[in-house]
């Protein structure tokens, strides 16, 4: 059983920072990547950032929209990824998942995602 658990979400003024996080936990055999996407009422879930797990020196994805304000990171040893958000803006509003590319048995990878955090910045 794998279980993915966020924390940080909350309510900030435009402008302010958050910091969420994400631990893996469960019988996991490898991750690949883990990263957060987002869905505001209305719209589609989004990517905004990920990060390689496997490989040291992997790589990090963001959306346009959040570059240069949100930084992913992540600490393999506690299977942890985090999202710092800085210059946080009301479009940013939104529920923040976390998602993995993980395997529970060697060559078994698929997808898993956290329950969600809620994240809103008031104007």
């Known amino acids: 059983q794998v279980q993915l658990v966020e924390s940080g979400g909350g309510l900030v003024q435009a402008g302010g920072s958050l910091r969420l996080s994400c631990a893996a936990s469960?019988?996991?055999?490898?991750?690949?990547?883990m990263g957060w996407y987002r869905q505001a009422p209305g719209k589609q879930r989004e990517l905004v950032a990920a990060?390689?797990?496997?490989?040291?020196?992997?790589?990090?994805n963001y959306a346009d929209s959040v570059k240069g304000r949100f930084t992913i990171s992540r600490d393999n040893a506690k299977n942890t990824v985090y999202l710092q958000m800085n210059s946080l803006k009301p479009e940013d509003t939104a529920v923040y998942y976390c998602?993995?590319?993980?395997?529970?048995?060697?060559?078994?990878?698929?997808?898993?995602w956290g329950q969600g955090t809620q994240v809103t910045v008031s104007s």
């Open positions: 469960g019988s996991i055999f490898g991750i690949n990547a």
């Open positions: 990060i390689v797990i496997y490989n040291l020196g992997g790589p990090t």
């Open positions: 998602n993995a590319d993980l395997a529970v048995t060697p060559g078994g990878h698929r997808d898993y």
